[in-house]
C-alpha cells in the first residue's frame, strides 16, 4: 500500500497530483460530467465517507496513487462495491494504474459537500459530546457553532479555543436564531431524559437533519431527516457476529474426523482406498 503507483487490473483513472493544487478541489475534477448527488443510493453515500477519510489518511502518508484493491481493503469493502459506489462519482479511468489519491479525494469531496463549511449544534456537552466535537475538526468539513447542556458546572464555558460557549438546552431556539449561516446539523448526545426535548427544541428551531447518539427513539411529523447512530445496539450486534463465529468454529471442529481415523497406524500398510488418487500417483502415508 505504501507504493505510489500500484499495478492493478482495475479501471483507475491516471491523472497526476503534481500539477494540481490540493486546496482548489475544482481544478482537480476538470471538464467531468456534473453529479446528481440525488441519484446516489444512501448506503453508496455512507461508503463514500468511509473511502474520503481513507484518502485523506493516504495522503497524509504521502501516497499519490492507489489501486481500488488497496482503497477497498482500507476501507473494509469488495473492490468491485468500491468500484461501483465511485461510478456514482464518476471516476472512471484507464486500467492497471490506480486512482489518482488527491483527485478522487476532491471529487468525493465535492459530491458530499465537504468542500464547503456545514454548520453543527450539539446538545450534550459530556463525554460523548466532547468526542464528537474532537472529530469534527481535521478538514471534514464542520464547524460548532453552537453547545447545550443543562450541567450548571458547564454554562458559560468554551470547551476548545474560540469556540462556541456552552448555554442550557432552553436556550436552543434563540441560539439558533442568531446562528448565522443557520444551523444545518444537530447532534442529539445528551441524557436519555432530555433527548427529546432537545430534538423538538431543534426541530422547531427549523434544523432538519439530526444525528442522535442517544437510544431513545426520535422522530417528527415534519422533513426532518434523523440518523440513529446507537453505540451499545453495534456493540451488541458485533458481539453476536463474535459468538456466532465461535460457536461455527466449535461446529466444524466437531464435523472434522480425528486425526487418528484416517492414518494408517505406523509401519502399516496403506489401505486400497489411499493407494493411488485420480492421476495414478502414489499416495504416501507417514
Not at 145 to 158: H, I, Q, T, Y
Not at 278 to 286: I, L, N, S, W, Y
Request: aromatic share 4%.
Amino acid at each position: 500500500m505504501g507504493a505510489q503507483r500500484a499495478k492493478s487490473a482495475d479501471a483507475d483513472p491516471p491523472a497526476s497530483v503534481r500539477s494540481h493544487s490540493a486546496t482548489d478541489p475544482a481544478s482537480l475534477i476538470g471538464t467531468q460530467p456534473a453529479i446528481d448527488a440525488a441519484d446516489i443510493p444512501a448506503p453508496t453515500v455512507t461508503r463514500l465517507a468511509t473511502y474520503l477519510y481513507v484518502l485523506r489518511s493516504f495522503s497524509r502518508r504521502g501516497v499519490l496513487i492507489a489501486s481500488s484493491g488497496e482503497l477497498a481493503t482500507a476501507a473494509g469493502v469488495n473492490p468491485a462495491i468500491l468500484r461501483k459506489d465511485l461510478s456514482y462519482v464518476a471516476a472512471n479511468g484507464v486500467r492497471g494504474v490506480g486512482y489518482d489519491v488527491a483527485r478522487l479525494t476532491a471529487r468525493i469531496s465535492m459530491t458530499l459537500h465537504t468542500d464547503s463549511i456545514h454548520t453543527v449544534a450539539l446538545a450534550g456537552a459530556g463525554t460523548l459530546g466532547r468526542a464528537l466535537l474532537t472529530h469534527t475538526g481535521f478538514g471534514r468539513g464542520f464547524r460548532v457553532a453552537a453547545m447545550f447542556d443543562d450541567d450548571p458546572a458547564l454554562a458559560g464555558v468554551s470547551l476548545e479555543p474560540d469556540g462556541p460557549v456552552v448555554a442550557p438546552l432552553s436556550d436552543i431556539a434563540s441560539v439558533c436564531a442568531r446562528v448565522a449561516p443557520a444551523i444545518e446539523i444537530a447532534v442529539i448526545a445528551t441524557a436519555d431524559d432530555d433527548a427529546r426535548r432537545a430534538f423538538d427544541a431543534f426541530v422547531a428551531a427549523g434544523v432538519t437533519q439530526v444525528l442522535n447518539v442517544t437510544p431513545v427513539s426520535l422522530s417528527a411529523e415534519s422533513d426532518v431527516v434523523v440518523r440513529q447512530v446507537d453505540l451499545a445496539l453495534e456493540l451488541q450486534v458485533l458481539a453476536f457476529q463474535a459468538s456466532r463465529g465461535t460457536a461455527q468454529a466449535q461446529r466444524n471442529d466437531l464435523r472434522e474426523p480425528p486425526r487418528s481415523s484416517v492414518e494408517e497406524p505406523r509401519g502399516g500398510k496403506a489401505s486400497d482406498a489411499r493407494q493411488g488418487n485420480a492421476m495414478g500417483e502414489e499416495t504416501v502415508t507417514a
